[in-house]
């Protein structure tokens, strides 16, 4: 049972242009959501959460969209550059489960100078 | 800065031996975690901890163990090596209450069993 699904393995876009990552998840008790970013041969670091009870939350170029009535949310780049080709993981969590998130199988971004 | 300390970037071993994978976290983190990536799949959570002693299964926890006797160490033991647990291994912390859940991780050992 997949919980968050990013169905799009893979995106490709031009540098200086918008990249639109997609997630969508089925449990209903998730409360919180967050992206991370990987890079081959290293762990993943945190990029961008979102709770529940906002629609959108913005830092530089990433911007977070959460609608929950369809239960998708999508990470916006703008302006994507090069340094942002990596693996891009959704995940999921809901209060109460102690910080253990459930992950998306991941999108790899390439951004084409 | 939080950080996350795998003690073996990459590990070669063979079918049936028995493989230690240690982890350690500096921020007095509560909660840890060890991880599998493999392509296609994702990150899948193999075992977590939410305090000295404690261990909860998780999503695919078969043919592996863990072992936490100290707060800022958490151990993945694979008992009998199989080539199908070749895979990236990440080690994760986080803070106790956090409802945001943001996980901590550390740079990965990348296990290949032969």
């Known amino acids: 049972d997949q919980q968050v699904k990013q169905n799009s393995p893979s995106l490709s876009v031009q540098e200086g242009r918008i990249s639109i990552l997609n997630c969508d998840y089925t449990n209903s008790m998730f409360d919180y959501f967050l992206w991370y970013k990987k890079y081959p041969a290293e762990g993943p670091t945190f990029l961008i959460s979102i709770s529940s009870i906002k629609d959108k939350n913005e830092d530089g170029r990433f911007t977070v969209f959460l609608n929950k009535s369809a239960k998708h949310l999508s990470l916006h780049i703008v302006p994507s550059q090069p340094g942002d080709s990596a693996v891009y993981f959704c995940a999921g969590s809901h209060t109460g489960a102690n910080s253990k998130l459930t992950f998306g199988k991941g999108i790899t971004l390439s951004v084409r100078p | 800065d939080v950080k996350v300390t795998q003690s073996s970037r990459y590990l070669v071993k063979r079918t049936g031996e028995k493989v230690f994978l240690e982890c350690v976290q500096d921020?007095?983190?509560?909660?840890m975690f060890w991880y599998r990536q493999d392509p296609g799949l994702g990150l899948r959570l193999i075992y977590f901890?939410?305090?000295?002693?404690?261990?909860e299964k998780g999503d695919i926890p078969e043919g592996y163990s863990v072992s936490r006797e100290k707060k800022e160490r958490f151990s993945l033991i694979l008992e009998s090596a199989s080539t199908n647990q070749t895979s990236m291994y990440l080690c994760?912390?986080?803070?106790?209450?956090?409802?945001?859940?943001?996980?901590?991780f550390g740079e990965g050992s990348r296990l290949t069993v032969l």
């Open positions: 994760a912390s986080s803070l106790e209450g956090r409802g945001g859940g943001e996980l901590f």
């Open positions: 901890s939410y305090d000295v002693k404690m261990k």
């Open positions: 921020m007095d983190h509560e909660n």
